[in-house]
């Protein structure tokens, strides 16, 4: 069955401080993709990306980076140089089995970056 | 711009009450979700829908039913509303696609946030 775990349930860091958001994943597809999504205070979940099994490459969005290790089956999150407008509840995701279209989550976890 | 708009962001209802939760989208998106979301959970799916007239159950379905008599509505109906029903109520829609591609364009509406007394 498809299960996506977040072990860290809250995070609190000092603004400046990095930060690394962790995701552990089972799956039975053999090709899959992986989300990360940031619910900020505001409540709407907003997309930050979305990655094929296929590619194993790093990936780097200006302050954040993701590094995504098939042997272990993680895809972890990483906020560099934190800030305030950082603060939110981020999700980890895959999709569920076959053609249904949703989306399977992870339990969030709140980060707090303090000024 | 894009939305996904849900008719209210705090609802307060008393138990026993029947309970309509709207969704709108002008995406043009053939599927549509209702997703709950409580602390320590997650989001988990109540229903979903592929097309007009069309539903399928999520994981937690109990309690729950939903409509979608036009492509760009899909509605959540608490029967008889309960306690254990409070909660962050959450709307998304994407396009049809397969595997990870019906994610594609995956939006989700900002939330109605429901307390039963």
């Known amino acids: 069955a498809q299960k996506v775990t977040q072990a860290q349930t809250e995070i609190s860091v000092v603004e400046k401080e990095d930060v690394t958001l962790d995701c552990v994943y089972e799956?039975?597809?053999?090709?899959?993709?992986l989300f990360w999504y940031k619910q900020p205070p505001s409540g709407e979940l907003v997309f930050l990306i979305r990655?094929?099994?296929?590619?194993?490459q790093n990936e780097i969005s200006g302050r954040y980076s993701w590094n995504f290790q098939k042997s272990t089956s993680s895809f972890n999150f990483t906020i560099t140089a934190s800030q305030v407008v950082d603060s939110a509840v981020y999700f980890c995701?895959?999709?569920?089995?076959?053609?249904?279209?949703?989306?399977?989550f992870g339990q969030g976890t709140t980060l707090q970056v303090k000024p | 711009d894009v939305k996904v708009t849900q008719s209210s962001r705090y609802l307060v209802k008393r138990t026993g009450e029947k309970v309509f939760l709207e969704c709108v989208q002008d995406?043009?998106?053939?599927?549509m979700f209702w997703y709950r979301q409580d602390p320590g959970l997650g989001l988990r799916l109540i229903y979903f829908s592929y097309d007009v007239k069309m539903k399928e159950k999520g994981d937690i379905p109990e309690g729950y039913s939903v409509s979608r008599e036009k492509k760009e509505r899909f509605s959540l109906i608490l029967e008889s509303a309960s306690t254990n029903q409070t909660s962050m109520y959450l709307c998304?829609?994407?396009?049809w696609g397969t595997g990870g591609d019906t994610v594609v364009g995956y939006t989700f509406g900002s939330g109605t946030r429901l307390t039963v007394v």
């Open positions: 995406m043009d998106h053939e599927n």
């Open positions: 998304a829609s994407s396009l």
């Open positions: 995701a895959l999709p569920g089995s076959g053609n249904t279209g949703k989306l399977i």
């Open positions: 990655r094929n099994s296929f590619d194993e």
């Open positions: 799956t039975r597809d053999t090709t899959y993709y």
